[in-house]
């Protein structure tokens, strides 16, 4: 549970610092980034612990024993707790959505399933006669081309191209499944629908800036918005945002001096580390004593061969490698001449 309310509010400052401070800037492509890696970070920061060593005096437990007591095992039956409940609530909640997950992409699959397509530079154009939104997943781009004129086909094939090109739907999966481990948190919710806002605003500023009639795609866009139906695994052409898309095509390309705002999340993701993620791990001062006593060895001319090995014996237990060699002795065998080598 702690892991969870930990993701959760890494997603929260992740989601806030957009919606504060990036959502009306320019750097589509930057803010894909900084929301797509915001969750990958939100799952694995919390996994990240800073050990805090405490020293503390070692305790004489026998001291404190009562003597001639009898120790009786106490059995408590386990009752239906809280955090048993929270538990059975949240993988029936997993299992309800990832269940949701699987219908979404079985239906998807169904759809383009035995339709015959066009693979033009590695992209499968999918021609259908059902009555739904154009959309792109992964390499694959479905349309009906019935709905629309010629120009106007080729504004949404453009349009739909730019996801498949820069792997949007990857994206989009990615939300999904941290929807599903989440579902709880209102935030996730929120946070996946400004990722999708912000791929149809990187696909928008790509095709406004290659179009030469601006005001047509525009128009494309409020005939787009009338409701169809819509596959949630998809990037859709159709969506509910189609005021936002239309305001952000008229912004103005942000100063690049703006681009600082994306800093602030260092230091509050440094503060977040070290007030959450930190563990006190507790030491004897007799342990500490122990590691930080020292031994000395002397190896003199009178050292003997069996002394010498002695001493090696003893640094390979400690994972060091000491080794005498090249041992000269005199006549009255008293070392003349020795090498030492150490490896650790």
């Known amino acids: 549970m702690e892991y969870l309310l ?3 509010a890494v997603l929260a400052l992740f989601y806030f610092g957009y919606t504060l401070f990036l ?7 930057s803010n894909r980034w900084f929301l797509l890696s915001g969750q990958i970070i939100a799952i694995l920061f919390p996994l990240l612990v800073i050990p805090i060593y405490v020293e503390v005096a070692p305790q004489n437990f026998n001291s404190i024993l009562v003597p001639n007591m009898p120790i009786t095992e106490q059995i408590v039956p386990e009752n239906f707790s809280i ?13 309800f959505f990832f269940g949701k997950f699987i219908l979404n992409l079985l239906s998807l699959f ?13 992209i499968h154009y999918i021609e259908t006669e059902d009555t739904i939104a154009p959309f792109s997943f992964f390499n694959r781009i479905v349309f ?11 504004l949404i094939l453009n349009h739909e191209r730019i996801h498949v090109k820069q792997w949007h739907s990857i994206d989009v999966i990615i939300s999904q499944l941290t929807c599903i481990a989440f579902w709880f948190n209102p935030l996730v919710w929120f946070y996946k629908k400004a990722l999708q806002q912000n791929l149809e605003f990187i696909a928008d500023k790509h095709i406004q800036s290659e179009t030469d009639c601006k005001q047509s795609y525009q128009r494309l866009l409020l005939k787009a918005s009338i409701p169809t139906h819509q596959l949630v695994m998809a990037n859709n052409f159709y969506n509910s945002l189609i005021k936002k898309r239309i305001v952000m095509l008229h912004t103005s390309k942000s100063n690049t001096v703006n681009a600082w705002k994306y800093a602030l999340v ?20 007799a342990s500490i004593e122990t590691q930080n006593s020292s031994q000395v060895f002397r190896v003199t ?9 002695k001493i090696e014996s003893h640094f390979s237990n400690k994972n060091v490698r000491l080794k005498f060699s090249n041992v000269s002795r005199n006549a009255d065998n008293t070392i003349r001449e020795i090498t030492i080598k150490k490896k650790t």
Do not use: C, H
């Open 144 to 154: 009906n081309s019935k709905s629309f004129n010629n120009d106007e086909l080729q």
């Open 83 to 95: 955090k048993s409940i929270f538990f059975w609530a949240y993988s029936i909640g997993v299992l």
């Open 110 to 122: 169904k759809l383009i399933r035995n339709k015959s397509s066009k693979q033009i530079a590695g």
């Open 23 to 29: 959502q009306r800037e320019t750097f589509f492509n």
């Open 266 to 285: 260092i230091p509050a993701l440094a503060l977040f580390f070290m007030s959450f993620n930190t563990k006190e791990v507790y030491i004897s001062k």
């Open 301 to 309: 001319e009178k050292s003997t061969t069996v002394e010498l090995a």
């Open 6 to 8: 930990k993701v959760s």
